[in-house]
């Protein structure tokens, strides 16, 4: 870590804050200000204007799907193919894990079995105090080394290695792994994530046909377990991922893409080394990381891409409760509330392009939608409550409206995603239309609690990287 150190004080806004362009205030202070006077509508504003908070939430999310509409309606199967003459770049995995003995086995067996093995998989073990080490000696024949060193090659499996190191979190661990590898990709995957048998090679074939690329998320399916809460997640987040990995691939299109899945990422190594790696004080240390390889490239003036690769298809175990699922988004709503503080002079500041111009503008508003969502849901309930059903049936009109639009576009877009995927399971019509109607009374008000948990996390400060309980990866397996 020390080595990356002063490349990160140099390149991180945290350490080193840059001045915010007035500009970049006026556009951070707009929602929370708006959101103010609309909501002052329920008590001064009569008639269906009184529900203005709601109305004006509504219009920002329909601009949303109306923009990845536009951005993927041309988007076809397949990727960008590396030329005959193309070098293949050398490929490691980092495992980042902390007590994770249960499911190391069957992760680092799919990583060996890709159709294109990477040249090195390393288990970067985050202090584990369970039976991790037992684990690595029966199934690969290692030996415990000591604590900041990295073993030799497995016996049975000569391309692992396994970096022990003290607890310090997932992005210390990241780090320590980095400066053990000399390859020129680097991918970092969760313990609880099964790559499918050609993930690894789209990400390579990626890579090796744009040199500009730095950093690329895989896309991910969710698994939960099978008990009948664990499938009623599952169903729930499986569309909730098809709109969330075709959103990224149209910011992607306006060279702005900042979300990539810490839990599948790939990066050229030089280019995280270079912005001095990841950030330990971050919730999302993926999400941070991004920022900044963005914001270096345009101090430097290189083109530097980061992208969504359709082609590399992994599982993740996903939460199967009401608590884990709100424990997983406060974390990852409160890492993103740190990383736009963090990053607010970049927000409407052309020096950017079109990210600072468009996608952390709308980042901003991003931060207040849940807010906004939820108020909206309590003034409905509370004109019900009152009796004022003259002014409930409009707004359920309004709602209905926009689950219509929603339905409309979640059918059509299942389409392309299989195209561009290829991947077709757990993904039907007919699930996927009661979904759609169900979704914005349930499961998008669980979402929507989970972020408002993540601002009290943001402003207490106080977040770690929590164990989620397994419910499905055992038993998991990608075909």
Known sequence: MNMLAPSFERQSPRLTPRPVPLASRLIGAGPPLLFVVLLAQAWFREGVAGWAVGIAYILYDTALLIFTALEIRRLRDGEPTPAASARRPTLAVIIAARNEAPVLGITIDTLANQAEPPDLIL??????????????????????????????????????RWLRLHHGGKARALNAAMLHLDTEMVLTIDADTLLAPGAIKAMRD????????????????????????????????????????????????????????????????????????????????????????????????????????????????????????????RRWFGGFLQTQHWNRDMVGNRRYGQLGTRMLPVKAIDRFQPIYGLAAFVILIALIAIGRFHLVLPILLIMLAKVAIDLAFHLWSLGIYK????????????PALIASILEPFTFQLLRHAGAAWGWIAFLRGRETWIKQKRTAIGATAIS
């Open 123 to 160: 288990l970067a073990d985050d202090g584990s105090t369970d039976q991790s080490g037992e684990t690595m000696k029966s199934l690969y024949g290692l030996d415990a080394p000591g604590h900041g060193e990295m073993s030799g090659p497995a016996p049975r499996l000569p391309s692992l």
């Open 206 to 329: 990626a890579f090796a046909a744009e040199p500009e690329l730095v950093a690329a998320t895989g896309v991910l399916a969710p698994v939960c377990g099978p008990h009948l809460a664990g499938r009623l997640f599952q169903w729930f987040q499986s569309y909730e991922y098809v709109r969330n990995f075709l959103s990224r691939y149209a910011w992607a299109r306006l060279d702005s893409l900042l979300l990539i899945s810490g839990a599948f990422a790939a990066f050229r190594r030089e280019a995280v080394m270079t912005v001095g790696g990841f950030d330990p004080a971050c919730m999302v240390e993926d999400y941070e990381l991004i920022h900044r390889l963005h914001r270096h490239a345009a101090d430097t003036g290189q083109d530097w891409r980061v992208r969504v690769i359709g082609r590399a298809l992994a599982s993740t175990d996903a939460p199967a409760s009401a608590i884990g699922f709100l424990r997983q988004r």
């Open 419 to 430: 195209r561009w995927t290829g991947q077709r399971k757990g993904l039907e019509l007919g």
